[in-house]
């Protein structure tokens, strides 16, 4: 058994925290697990609670779409999430979820070791940059520790909101451009702009949320009507 085969198997039985209790399938990841680019969400909804793999609702639809208008498929990318098991009601995840499942997160780039890391939504995005909002940081490659961070508005937003697919749209165009600087550029030391331990990076990820921005449904589903609790995810 290799190593992230161990790690998936982890993964399926944690029981770090509580979304562990009521989850159907814990969601460790999927596709090549020495891709060029990784992707990365922000955690399971309800297909991917009940299949184990993440991203195979309506959002995955569109991602799928949108690596074909780059010449790419599921298997030439990995693709995780911040979580790894559903949180009820497709609400924000809890600072307490982050930190037990960001462990496995990182040993999953680590092993990956990918030219191109690219973040879907707010709280994928505030992992690795978590002083701006996803509304000044979309788009914009980033360095983090020798590898290139582009991120994105969140599939799921995009279905919501044309404007965000047109966005989401002209990202999605830069990482053949991305990939190819990457093959010329790796060997150029690079700025690391993260706070220095994933501690930090979860206290800065919770802080007060910058006033610019647009609260968007951010679920690879369709929010239910007839659910009570916590706010769904609102995270482009």
């Not at 924000?92 to 499942?101: H, N, R």
């Not at 999605?172 to 600087?181: C, H, K, M, R, T």
């Amino acid at each position: 058994m290799s190593d992230f085969d161990i790690l998936d198997e982890e993964v399926r039985s944690c029981t770090l925290c509580t979304l562990s209790a009521k989850r159907t399938n814990a969601v460790p990841g999927d596709g090549d697990r020495k891709a060029n680019v990784m992707f990365i969400g922000e955690g399971p909804g309800y297909n991917e609670d009940q299949q184990g793999i993440p991203f195979v609702g309506r959002a995955g639809q569109l991602l799928n779409e949108m690596l074909a208008s780059i010449d790419l498929q599921r298997q030439d990318i990995y693709i995780t999430n911040m979580l790894k098991c559903r949180p009820p009601n497709n609400r924000d995840p809890l600072p307490a979820e982050i930190t037990a499942c960001g462990p496995y997160l990182e040993r999953q780039i680590t092993m990956i070791s990918p030219k191109v890391i690219v973040t879907l939504g707010r709280y994928s995005t505030a992992n690795f940059f978590p002083n701006e909002p996803i509304s000044k940081l979309r788009g914009k490659p980033m360095p983090w520790n020798d590898i290139t961070v582009l991120p994105m508005y969140h599939p799921a937003a995009a279905l919501r909101n044309g404007k965000l697919k047109d966005a989401l749209q002209r990202d999605f165009q830069q990482i053949p451009e991305l990939l190819d600087s990457e093959n010329a550029d790796r060997s150029s030391p690079l700025q690391n702009t993260l706070p220095t331990t994933t501690e930090e990076r979860q206290l800065d990820m919770f802080a007060p949320p910058p006033t610019d921005k647009e609260p968007t449904p951010n679920s690879d589903e369709e929010p239910s009507t007839t659910e009570s609790g916590p706010k769904q995810m609102s995270f482009l």
